[in-house]
């Protein structure tokens, strides 16, 4: 606090003695709002890295699909379900996501830098074991790619993407869409260089080393390229402090989470089975391992034209119709038996689908009050979501009932839990417009 001496007024003169004001007062000096520079190079170098990450982590979880025909199809074949094989990517999908709590609040301290560094060594260790893991070892695979793999998903996955809020603001929606941008194009190239290697002379194995040696290169630029703006909270001048309480009582914050939940219970699917599907319904083998990648593809413009459109009319103006036409076009995957149809559907529900995935953070931070608590909300409501992938796509796998494969089962639950979802976002969006009296969110 800074001591400030006040000279005696007239009204002060005119006192008596005993009646003078005291003339040096402590005055309390709320520290300045931080400056977003809402650009420039090291921000954009930034986002840039963050990119990368995703496209390490998120990227390579919607590319699951390919491991989830193959495991089935081949390397776990006669020794495992849909269902259990659908658990080593939900697993890591949960880690990824119920990890973002506490790797959030790490973010939020100041230990940027570390996690990233420590999460990066152990994705490129943990994948080089999984090279190692012996087909038909079932343990091995979900111990390598579902946990060690998934707990460096979870490290690394909102520290990348939160990072970006120390340089945007107004444009924070945008940003952190060119940052899930990323994941898409993992999820176009992993599908394409993994089907190749696994079903060439390269094998498995050499296709997941290359999926290794891959992880080396870019997360090591973008470790270079991703730098913290703003302070930590520990070394910041204010008296805000993040608080877990506060966060978890915010009624319409929480129904938000709820919404989230419902949709990832059910969003995943397509991006788990699609590849199954187009290979049991008699889709043309070429063009069944390129359905996760056109998928994918058709997400980077859902996951980027959405976002800037939500700086203008606010994210929850936009996440709505996006999550509601996601979870009809779920409904679609009954006809989508024919090439035409398998490729439209997959464009469409990319776009859809991504958006939603690309909003949610947004949507999560707008509730925030301080950027000091942008990485903790959006960490809750990963934690909360965590769950509901961990979960989502065995249940799935379990209706599917391999190996007759009723698909009807599966699809009605993925869609009504998405539409149930977006319902409970127009709930979260009500409340809040009447907290902040703006229609603008």
């Not at 709505?320 to 989508?336: D, E, K, V």
């Not at 799935?396 to 009807?408: C, D, F, N, R, V």
């Not at 319902?423 to 809040?432: E, G, I, K, P, Y």
Request: hydrophobic share 50%; charged share 10%; aromatic share 12%.
């Amino acid at each position: 606090m800074e001591k400030v001496e006040l000279e005696p007024t007239s009204s002060a003169q005119a006192l008596g003695p005993d009646e003078k004001e005291v003339e040096s007062q402590d005055i309390p000096i709320p520290p300045a709002a931080p400056t977003f520079p809402e650009g420039g190079l090291a921000a954009w170098l930034t986002v840039i890295g963050g990119s990368m990450v995703l496209f390490c982590t998120f990227g390579a979880i919607q590319s699951f699909g390919v491991y989830q025909d193959y495991y089935t199809r081949v390397y776990l074949a006669g020794t495992s379900t849909p269902s259990q094989v659908s658990w080593i990517g939900s697993v890591q999908v949960f880690l990824l996501f119920a990890l973002s709590l506490p790797s959030g609040k790490l973010f939020d301290e100041g230990y940027f830098h570390p996690m990233m560094i420590l999460a990066s060594i152990l994705y490129v260790v943990s994948l080089f074991m999984l090279s190692l893991a012996h087909s038909h070892e079932y343990y091995q695979i979900i111990l390598s790619q579902g946990v060690a793999v998934g707990i460096a998903y979870g490290i690394l996955f909102i520290p990348a993407l939160s990072v970006s809020s120390h340089y945007f603001r107004v444009r924070r929606s945008s940003a952190m869409g060119v940052v899930f941008a990323g994941s898409s194009i993992g999820g176009v190239i992993y599908p394409i260089m993994l089907n190749q290697l696994f079903n060439g002379k390269a094998g498995f194995v050499w296709g997941v080393r290359a999926a290794a040696i891959l992880g080396i290169v870019l997360l090591t630029i973008a470790n270079l390229l991703m730098r913290t703006r703003l302070p930590s909270r520990k070394h910041r001048k204010t008296t805000f402090t993040p608080s877990i309480r506060r966060i978890v009582t915010d009624l319409p914050f929480m129904i938000c989470a709820i919404g989230g939940f419902l949709v990832f219970w059910g969003l995943f699917f397509p991006f788990f089975y699609l590849q199954l599907f187009a290979n049991v319904h008699g889709v043309s083998p070429n063009l069944a391992r390129y359905t996760i990648s056109i998928l994918n593809g058709a997400s980077l413009f859902g996951r980027t034209i959405p976002n800037f459109l939500a700086d203008v009319w606010g994210p929850f103006n936009v996440i709505i119709p996006m999550t509601a036409i996601s979870g009809c076009l779920i409904f679609a995957m009954f006809g989508a038996t024919s090439d035409g149809a398998l490729i439209a559907f997959a464009i469409l529900y990319g776009f859809f689908s991504g958006g939603f995935i690309s909003l949610i953070a947004p949507c999560a931070a707008s509730f925030s009050v301080d950027v000091g608590e942008v990485g903790t909300r959006i960490g809750v409501i990963c934690f909360i979501v965590g769950f509901a992938l961990l979960t989502g796509n065995p249940i799935g796998g379990a209706l599917l009932k391999s190996p007759h494969y009723e698909w009807q089962n599966p699809i009605l639950f993925s869609s009504i839990t998405v539409l149930a979802g977006a319902a409970t976002l127009v709930l979260s969006r009500q409340l809040a417009v009447r907290k902040r009296r703006t229609q603008r969110l």
